[in-house]
T-cell receptor, first 113, second 111 residues
Framework: NAGVTQTPKFQVLKTGQSMTLQCAQDMNHEYMSWYRQDPGMGLRLIHYSVGAGITDQGEVPNGYNVSRSTTEDFPLRLLSAAPSQTSVYFCASSPVGGDYGYTFGSGTRLTVV | QQPVQSPQAVILREGEDAVINCSSSKALYSVHWYRQKHGEAPVFLMI?????EQKGHEKISASFNEKKQQSSLYLTASQLSYSGTYFCGTPSGGSQGNLIFGKGTKLSVKP
């Protein structure tokens, strides 16, 4: 049981490049979310999904796309990277309802130059 | 709407107690609490549900006041291992899938 796996752990992009941050979970969780973390800003929700085929925008969705074709995978796409997207990105998953919290991946540190 | 946490930072000596507050301008259905150590991912501590009981985890417990739309995290007899940043999270629109976090409270426990 690997939990939530994010790849890559580190990435440097040039302004204007595109890339996909990968997130996979093996716990059969329905809920999956992407957050970005910047100093002093806490964790801000980018996009989330409540099940395969269902996604929605969070607090800061501009410049990012997501899709959820399977329960296990929830990739985050940066369409045209900008320096303002330099951040640490966390993927998280949770079962539906009840007393369940989110399990976070180890994060991807992205630098856009 | 992002929940508001207070204080922003607190410094304690080992064995001292601390309280971290989390409040919202909207009705709360549940409140999550997480702890993040430097350079690591956030880790789930507990969830407080509307109408539920106060919960505890080791010497860390929390309460949920629905009328005041706030939750408080109590750290008793703090240990060095309690150092980190604590986040509360609340579902936006009542959906557990749309969890919005506060900006965090940095807790430093000194020997």
């Amino acid at each position: 049981n690997a939990g939530v796996t994010q790849t890559p752990k580190f990435q440097v992009l040039k302004t204007g490049q595109s890339m996909t941050l990968q997130c996979a979970q093996d716990m059969n969780h329905e809920y999956m979310s992407w957050y970005r973390q910047d100093p002093g800003m806490g964790l801000r929700l980018i996009h989330y999904s409540v099940g395969a085929g269902i996604t929605d925008q969070g607090e800061v969705p501009n410049g990012y796309n997501v899709s959820r074709s399977t329960t296990e995978d929830f990739p985050l796409r940066l369409l045209s990277a900008a320096p303002s997207q330099t951040s640490v990105y966390f993927c998280a998953s949770s079962p539906v309802g009840g007393d369940y919290g989110y399990t976070f991946g180890s994060g991807t540190r992205l630098t856009v130059v | 709407q992002q929940p508001v946490q207070s204080p922003q930072a607190v410094i304690l000596r080992e064995g001292e107690d601390a309280v971290i507050n989390c409040s919202s301008s909207k009705a709360l259905y549940s409140v999550h609490w997480y702890r993040q150590k430097h350079g690591e991912a956030p880790v789930f501590l507990m969830i407080l549900l509307k109408g539920g009981e106060q919960k505890g985890h080791e010497k860390i417990s929390a309460s949920f006041n629905e009328k005041k739309q706030q939750s408080s995290l109590y750290l008793t007899a703090s240990q060095l291992s309690y150092s980190g940043t604590y986040f509360c999270g609340t579902p936006s629109g009542g959906s557990q899938g749309n969890l919005i976090f506060g900006k965090g409270t940095k807790l430093s426990v000194k020997p």
